[in-house]
Protein backbone atom coordinates (compact mmCIF):
# COMPACT_ATOMS: atom_id res chain seq x y z
CA UNK A 1 0.00 0.00 0.00
CA UNK A 2 1.27 3.04 -1.14
CA UNK A 3 0.44 6.51 0.47
CA UNK A 4 0.23 10.24 -1.11
CA UNK A 5 0.01 13.43 1.54
CA UNK A 6 -2.30 15.50 -0.48
CA UNK A 7 -3.57 19.71 0.08
CA UNK A 8 -7.35 20.91 0.16
CA UNK A 9 -8.67 17.70 1.83
CA UNK A 10 -11.41 19.53 4.39
CA UNK A 11 -14.31 16.47 5.30
CA UNK A 12 -16.12 13.68 4.50
CA UNK A 13 -17.31 14.92 1.15
CA UNK A 14 -13.32 14.86 0.18
CA UNK A 15 -13.16 11.78 0.63
CA UNK A 16 -16.41 10.16 -0.41
CA UNK A 17 -15.11 11.99 -3.83
CA UNK A 18 -11.60 10.70 -3.65
CA UNK A 19 -12.89 7.31 -3.35
CA UNK A 20 -15.35 7.17 -5.88
CA UNK A 21 -12.77 8.95 -8.16
CA UNK A 22 -10.16 6.60 -7.78
CA UNK A 23 -12.32 3.38 -7.83
CA UNK A 24 -13.80 4.20 -10.62
CA UNK A 25 -10.26 4.46 -12.59
CA UNK A 26 -9.54 1.02 -10.94
CA UNK A 27 -7.27 1.89 -7.73
CA UNK A 28 -8.15 -1.00 -5.00
CA UNK A 29 -7.81 -0.73 -0.98
CA UNK A 30 -8.31 3.32 -0.96
CA UNK A 31 -8.40 4.80 2.44
CA UNK A 32 -8.07 8.59 2.97
CA UNK A 33 -8.09 10.50 6.17
CA UNK A 34 -7.99 13.72 6.21
CA UNK A 35 -7.14 14.11 9.70
CA UNK A 36 -3.81 13.78 7.99
CA UNK A 37 -4.21 14.66 4.86
CA UNK A 38 -3.09 11.48 3.22
CA UNK A 39 -4.56 8.90 0.35
CA UNK A 40 -3.26 5.60 0.76
CA UNK A 41 -4.19 2.98 -1.56
CA UNK A 42 -2.72 -0.09 -3.58
CA UNK A 43 -2.37 1.28 -7.36
CA UNK A 44 -0.55 3.25 -10.31
CA UNK A 45 1.54 6.00 -8.17
CA UNK A 46 1.73 8.13 -11.13
CA UNK A 47 -2.02 7.44 -12.18
CA UNK A 48 -3.29 8.53 -8.62
CA UNK A 49 -1.37 11.30 -8.22
CA UNK A 50 -2.83 12.96 -11.96
CA UNK A 51 -6.42 11.82 -10.99
CA UNK A 52 -6.34 13.68 -7.44
CA UNK A 53 -4.95 16.70 -9.23
CA UNK A 54 -7.31 16.68 -11.80
CA UNK A 55 -9.93 16.53 -8.77
CA UNK A 56 -8.89 19.64 -6.72
CA UNK A 57 -6.50 17.63 -4.19
CA UNK A 58 -2.63 17.62 -5.96
CA UNK A 59 0.21 16.04 -4.12
CA UNK A 60 1.83 18.43 -1.13
CA UNK A 61 4.86 20.32 -2.48
CA UNK A 62 3.56 19.77 -6.07
CA UNK A 63 3.43 23.30 -8.59
CA UNK A 64 -0.33 22.42 -8.61
CA UNK A 65 -0.94 22.72 -4.82
CA UNK A 66 -0.16 26.11 -4.83
CA UNK A 67 -2.88 26.88 -7.60
CA UNK A 68 -6.36 28.50 -6.84
CA UNK A 69 -7.90 26.82 -9.44
CA UNK A 70 -6.93 23.41 -7.70
CA UNK A 71 -8.14 24.83 -4.59
CA UNK A 72 -11.44 26.23 -5.85
CA UNK A 73 -11.83 22.88 -8.06
CA UNK A 74 -11.82 20.94 -4.63
CA UNK A 75 -14.61 22.57 -2.99
CA UNK A 76 -16.78 21.83 -5.81
CA UNK A 77 -15.62 18.01 -5.42
CA UNK A 78 -16.15 18.27 -1.49
CA UNK A 79 -19.39 19.24 -2.17
CA UNK A 80 -20.32 16.69 -4.70
CA UNK A 81 -18.82 14.02 -2.42
CA UNK A 82 -20.79 15.39 0.65
CA UNK A 83 -23.62 15.71 -1.65
CA UNK A 84 -23.38 11.93 -2.55
CA UNK A 85 -22.72 10.87 1.17
CA UNK A 86 -25.78 12.11 2.07
CA UNK A 87 -27.87 10.63 -0.55
CA UNK A 88 -26.64 7.07 0.56
CA UNK A 89 -29.06 7.48 3.57
CA UNK A 90 -32.62 7.62 2.20
CA UNK A 91 -34.45 8.38 5.27
CA UNK A 92 -32.31 11.92 5.49
CA UNK A 93 -32.29 13.24 1.82
CA UNK A 94 -34.22 16.37 1.91
CA UNK A 95 -32.66 17.46 5.35
CA UNK A 96 -28.73 16.60 4.11
CA UNK A 97 -29.89 17.67 0.58
CA UNK A 98 -30.62 21.40 1.69
CA UNK A 99 -27.72 21.34 4.25
CA UNK A 100 -25.75 20.39 1.94
CA UNK A 101 -26.42 23.02 -0.60
CA UNK A 102 -26.12 26.10 2.09
CA UNK A 103 -22.27 24.48 3.15
CA UNK A 104 -21.35 24.45 -0.60
CA UNK A 105 -22.98 28.29 -0.61
CA UNK A 106 -20.83 29.60 2.08
CA UNK A 107 -18.23 27.40 1.10
CA UNK A 108 -18.15 29.23 -2.76
CA UNK A 109 -18.28 32.64 -0.73
CA UNK A 110 -15.42 32.00 1.31
CA UNK A 111 -13.46 31.13 -2.27
CA UNK A 112 -14.27 34.11 -3.53
CA UNK A 113 -13.76 35.93 -0.89
CA UNK A 114 -10.30 34.44 -0.81
CA UNK A 115 -9.31 34.95 -4.25
CA UNK A 116 -10.39 38.95 -3.95
CA UNK A 117 -7.94 39.05 -1.18
CA UNK A 118 -5.14 37.91 -3.44
CA UNK A 119 -5.31 40.49 -5.90
Known amino acids: MECIKVVNL ?5 EESIKKA ?3 AGVTNVNVSVEKGKV ?3 GDREKVVKILAKIGYP ?3 SKEAQSILKKTQSYATCA ?3 VLAGLKDKRKRGKKFWGIIIFAFVIILF ?3 DFISML
Open 111 to 113: VVW
Open 40 to 42: CFV
Open 59 to 61: EEG
Open 10 to 14: KCGGC
Open 80 to 82: EGA
Open 22 to 24: LSE
